[in-house]
């Protein structure tokens, strides 16, 4: 039996990750600007890596978040769960209102998107990801609240 065939080995795909050698603008979103950081290719999905350029206002926001959480669990240890209520939404939601849509040659392909954001000390960091298409070049199409889209071209790499 070969180690990949071996039944306690997970069963997982490699990741081939372009990294951007520019700065793109994804969006901006009340001071707040994403810019994407890399894109990863599995030979079933698509990832776009992005990250919110630090600023006062992100350093505004992320330590009302702190001193929210502390609060919260300060009352939720003396007062309970009741009490405390929900905890303090992360800062970096704010970023989630930049819509990013995948193309491939001129054609919008949103559905199964799936994105995350943030996590403890990663707040403001932002990914999308959709099921892979074969060949060719992505269009990933960034639109802001109220601005116009911003588009960013990448190569797709061949499968695995």
């Known amino acids: 039996m070969s180690v990949p065939d071996h039944p306690l080995m997970p069963d997982t795909e490699t990741r081939v990750s372009v990294l951007l050698n520019r700065i793109h603008v994804l969006g901006t979103v009340e001071g707040v600007t994403v810019i994407a950081e890399r894109v990863d290719f599995t030979n079933e999905r698509v990832w776009l890596h992005g990250r919110a350029v630090p600023n006062s206002l992100t ?95 990448v190569e797709t790499p061949p499968p695995n």
């Open 59 to 153: 350093e505004q926001l992320t330590t009302e978040f702190w001193t929210a959480g502390q609060r919260w669990r300060n009352v939720q240890q003396s007062q309970g769960w009741e009490a405390a209520g929900e905890p303090p939404r992360g800062p970096g939601e704010i970023i989630t209102r930049i819509e990013v849509t995948l193309a491939q040659n001129g054609s919008g392909v949103n559905f199964d998107r799936q994105l995350s954001v943030g996590g403890s000390g990663t707040e403001w960091r932002i990914e999308w990801s959709w099921p892979r298409l074969n060949g060719g070049t992505l269009k990933f199409i960034g639109t802001s609240p109220g601005a116009e889209d911003s588009e960013l071209i």
